[in-house]
C-alpha cells in the first residue's frame, strides 16, 4: 500500500510564504495524479489544488488562485504547494491525496476522485 507524507508546515505570520511537500513512500509519481486538500477546525476537509500527472495540468480553489501554485519535481517524487500571501483563514491541516490515472491531463478536484491520503501536516497564520 502506497503512503503519501506530508511535510513543510508550521507557525507563520499574515503576509508569509510557506511551501509544502508531498512525497510517497518507496515510488514515485509518474503515473498519479496529485491533490491538496485542507480542513479547518470544525469544517468541511475543502479542494485547494491539483497537479495531473504529466504536471502540465493544474486545478485550483478560487480562494487561493493568484496566491498558491501546486508543482511537482522532474523526478516526479514530490509534489510541492507554494503558499505565498498567506491569509489567518488559511490556518488549517494541509493533505495531500493521490490517484493512479492514464489521463496525463487529470486534475480532480473532489475528495471522493482520491484513492490514497497522507495525515496532514498543519499550518497555522497569525495576524
Known amino acids: 500500500q502506497v503512503q503519501l507524507v506530508e511535510s513543510g508546515g508550521g507557525l507563520v505570520q499574515a503576509g508569509d510564504s510557506l511551501r509544502l511537500s508531498c512525497t510517497a513512500s518507496?515510488?514515485?509519481?509518474?503515473?498519479?495524479?496529485v491533490g491538496w486538500f485542507r480542513q479547518a477546525p470544525g469544517k468541511e476537509r475543502e479542494f485547494v489544488a491539483s497537479i495531473s500527472r504529466s504536471g502540465g495540468n493544474t486545478a485550483s480553489a478560487g480562494s487561493v488562485k493568484g496566491r498558491f501554485t501546486v508543482s511537482r519535481d522532474s523526478t516526479k517524487t514530490t509534489v510541492y504547494l507554494q503558499m505565498n500571501s498567506l491569509k489567518t483563514e488559511d490556518t488549517a491541516d494541509y493533505y495531500c491525496a493521490g490517484v493512479f490515472t492514464a489521463d496525463g491531463a487529470y486534475t480532480p478536484t473532489l475528495r471522493r476522485e482520491y484513492d490514497v491520503w497522507g495525515q496532514g501536516t498543519q499550518v497555522t497564520v497569525s495576524s
Open positions: 518507496g515510488r514515485t509519481f509518474s503515473n498519479w495524479a
